[in-house]
């Protein structure tokens, strides 16, 4: 039985027959946690040869399992940078065009490609998301499908200026351990609706500019923030109209003391 029948996230069915120990069941099918398998296997070298896997190859499949998926839909006929990758972490970035299986290794759309969807693959290495979308006006949609990260420490300036975007999902987003959000969302001027209810905001304490020119921004799901720790929320909703900042002062009370002046 190799890597692949034991790890493949795409499998929906693993052949169980073919594990006779009842503590291999256990352990390993059973208890899928990687940071688990890991230790058992790590130490049980009887153990990988008999499932013929080593620990190179469970290292690689946590690399898959860690890492983070994103789909952009993008503008018609607009073509642009659509991601800002810093150059010495390319090589933690993967990119398709349209489900292409060649990887493209720049961030831009050149004038005459006709791309409608990008899907992006981030490997566990990466610790900040500063700007990574940062003024990229070409993408209309924006799909976080995996994200099994808890590393992730910085989300400033992330999203800032994508002035077209009218769609992003952040349902499977983990912000346990970020600490700076401002200007996160800031001049998303297209946006009209935002649903933040699965944020964990208890380690943050920067917000300010988060949502500074959403001005077409008429639902916003904060019902789970904590803002206990935010030191700094200058001019959070500067920018977003009337209807919003009473919809915010009517449903989050600790809201209130930072936009009276409306």
Not at 7 to 27: A, G, H, P
Not at 103 to 117: A, D, T
Not at 152 to 159: D, G
Not at 173 to 190: K, L, R
Request: charged fraction near 30%; charge should be positive.
């Amino acid at each position: 039985m190799n890597s692949k029948n034991i790890f493949n996230d795409k499998k929906s069915k693993i052949d169980f027959e073919k594990v006779k120990s009842e503590y291999i069941f256990k352990k390993i099918f059973a208890n899928i946690k990687k940071y688990i398998i890991l230790r058992i296997l790590n130490y049980n070298i009887k153990l990988q040869k008999r499932l013929n896997i080593t620990i190179d190859d469970y290292k690689e499949s946590c690399k898959l399992h860690s890492s983070i998926e994103i789909e952009l839909m993008l503008v018609n006929n607009k073509y642009d940078k659509f991601i800002n990758i810093p150059n010495k972490e390319k090589e933690y970035y993967h990119i398709y065009f349209d489900n292409s299986k060649e990887e493209i290794k720049r961030n831009y759309i050149k004038e005459k490609e006709k791309v409608k969807l990008i899907k992006i693959i981030i490997n566990h290495q990466i610790k900040s998301f500063y700007g990574l979308f940062d003024s990229c006006k070409c993408i209309s949609s924006i799909m976080f499908k995996r994200f099994y990260r808890t590393n992730i420490t910085n989300m400033s300036y992330m999203f800032f200026e994508c002035s077209y975007l009218k769609e992003i999902n952040l349902s499977n987003f983990i912000t346990d351990n970020v600490t700076d959000m401002s200007g996160m969302f800031m001049e998303c001027s297209s946006l009209k609706e935002l649903n933040l209810s699965n944020f964990n905001t208890n380690n943050v304490t920067n917000m300010r500019y988060m949502f500074y020119g959403c001005s077409s921004l008429r639902e916003l799901n904060l019902s789970n923030f904590n803002i206990k720790n935010v030191t700094n929320m200058k001019y959070i909703f500067d920018g977003c109209s009337i209807d919003l900042i009473n919809l915010i002062k009517k449903k989050y009370k600790d809201f209130r003391f930072i936009i009276n002046k409306y």
